[in-house]
């Protein structure tokens, strides 16, 4: 078990019983879980200690629950509920046996180049009813990206999702106050400030396609800021300077 992580000593959550840690944020774990009364199997979204104690990011794990459920597509993670008790706040979700696409980068690309085509088709199909729902993801990246060797493909993570702009604010710009996102992946407008749209997802999904074709991402910077700087100003290497079978 992770380190100040809230759990009984029987690795009992409610009535789930934590199987396997998947992956550790800053703020919160993914297990894999069995629900001890019907022995299925999911995922739990559940938040780490510090995080727990913020009522600020027991909010945030409601509304990213809110906003997946009310998405209906095959290639966006289904959730199924969200508990907050007085030990723990958590989310069930379909568990989806694949790895995120940046594991797979750093394990075997060519995994990913076979079946592209399809990869970003279900990609794009998935951002697509997000928008349609009136949506914006704002953090699309490798990291938030599953695909099995079935090439099922999942959009996952809406801790950072907004409504998308609209009426006057649509009109008449707007200024964002933060930056929100992955600068690694983050649209130039965002940078700027400017309101986030349907585009600004479609740019980080581009910079996440760069990443799969190539290995690596279009962007990198010497400090945080210097990589901000760099989707403004900088136009991008073309793919085929780091993979010679790219067009």
């Known amino acids: 078990m992770a380190e100040g992580y809230i759990v009984s000593e029987e690795h009992l959550i409610d009535n789930y019983r934590l199987v396997n840690c998947l992956a550790t944020g800053s703020c919160s774990q993914i297990w894999e879980v069995n629900d001890q009364e019907t022995g299925e199997r999911f995922a739990m979204k559940l938040l780490l200690e510090e995080a727990f104690k913020q009522a600020e990011m027991k909010a945030t794990l409601k509304r990213e629950y809110k906003i997946a459920a009310g998405l209906d597509h095959p290639n966006i993670i289904q959730v199924f509920g969200h508990v907050q008790t007085k030990k723990h706040a958590y989310m069930i979700m379909e568990h989806f046996g694949g790895p995120n696409l940046k594991q ?11 079946r592209l085509r399809k990869l970003v ?10 928008h349609e729902k009136g949506w914006l993801h ?21 801790s950072l999702s907004s409504k998308a ?35 600004s997802d479609l740019y980080s999904f581009g910079v996440s396609l760069y990443e799969c074709l190539t290995g690596r991402p279009p962007f ?22 780091f993979n010679e079978n790219v067009c």
């Open 138 to 158: 704002r953090d699309v990246k490798p990291d938030n990206i599953m695909m099995t060797k079935a090439t099922d493909v999942r959009l996952i993570d809406f």
């Open 220 to 241: 990198m910077g010497s400090s945080p800021n210097d990589l901000l700087i760099k989707h403004i100003q900088e136009p991008p290497a073309i793919p085929s300077a």
């Open 104 to 114: 797979i980068i750093r394990g075997d690309i060519l995994v990913i180049h076979m």
């Open 165 to 199: 702009p609209s009426g006057l604010s649509k009109m008449l710009g707007g200024k964002s106050k933060t930056i929100q996102g992955t600068r690694t992946y983050i649209a130039p407008e965002i940078v700027r400030r400017k309101l986030p749209s349907a585009q």
């Open 121 to 130: 088709e279900c990609l794009l199909m998935g951002l697509s009813h997000v």
